[in-house]
């Protein structure tokens, strides 16, 4: 509520859609950075790339105009990351399907600490995930 519904609203309202886009999803990044000083994860490659995925989340609010779907995405996103498949692979961390997992993949692609955002699967699933934004919302808008 708070990066969409007040930030990214009042930046649209003050600017326009490109910059509201582009500084609620870096004001995002920043403040992952500070809730989630991850050992491993430098910052100044955090930031951009938790920024790709607030981007996505604020394109996802001013495609379908409610709340509803960029909550849901972040929630997923969480879950499955660190609940069901545990991707960032937190030691001694079981999942909630009784998983223990550990990161086999190098650094570039399969993030760090924080989680995949930071590496090249995250912006594959962003990529994959926008897309699917755009289908969805193509779709409603050819049937109203």
Same mark, same amino acid.
């Given at each position: 509520?708070?990066? #969409?519904?007040?930030? @990214? %609203?009042?930046?649209?309202?003050?600017?326009?859609?490109?910059?509201?886009?582009? !500084? $609620?999803?870096?004001?995002?990044?920043?403040?992952? !950075?500070?809730?989630? *000083?991850?050992?491993? %994860? =430098?910052?100044?490659?955090?930031?951009?790339?938790?920024?790709?995925?607030?981007?996505?989340?604020?394109?996802?609010?001013?495609?379908?105009? =409610?709340?509803?779907?960029?909550?849901?995405?972040?929630?997923?996103?969480? @879950?499955?990351?660190?609940?069901?498949?545990?991707? =960032?692979?937190?030691?001694? $961390?079981?999942?909630?399907?009784?998983?223990?997992?550990?990161?086999? /993949?190098?650094?570039?692609?399969?993030? $760090?600490? @924080?989680?995949?955002?930071?590496?090249?699967?995250?912006?594959?699933?962003?990529?994959?995930?926008?897309?699917?934004?755009?289908?969805?919302? #193509?779709?409603?808008?050819? *049937? /109203?």
């Amino acid at each position: 509520m708070i990066f #969409r519904g007040f930030l @990214f %609203t009042g930046l649209k309202e003050a600017w326009d859609s490109t910059g509201a886009l582009l !500084v $609620s999803g870096i004001i995002f990044g920043g403040m992952h !950075v500070l809730a989630n *000083a991850a050992a491993g %994860t =430098n910052w100044t490659q955090l930031i951009p790339m938790v920024a790709l995925v607030g981007i996505m989340l604020a394109w996802a609010y001013m495609c379908t105009g =409610n709340l509803w779907l960029p909550t849901g995405l972040h929630f997923a996103w969480n @879950f499955f990351q660190d609940d069901v498949f545990n991707l =960032n692979a937190k030691a001694g $961390s079981e999942t909630l399907v009784g998983f223990q997992t550990t990161l086999n /993949a190098p650094g570039w692609f399969a993030g $760090s600490s @924080f989680g995949i955002e930071v590496g090249a699967a995250g912006v594959l699933a962003v990529l994959i995930t926008l897309l699917g934004i755009w289908l969805y919302t #193509r779709d409603q808008k050819a *049937a /109203a």
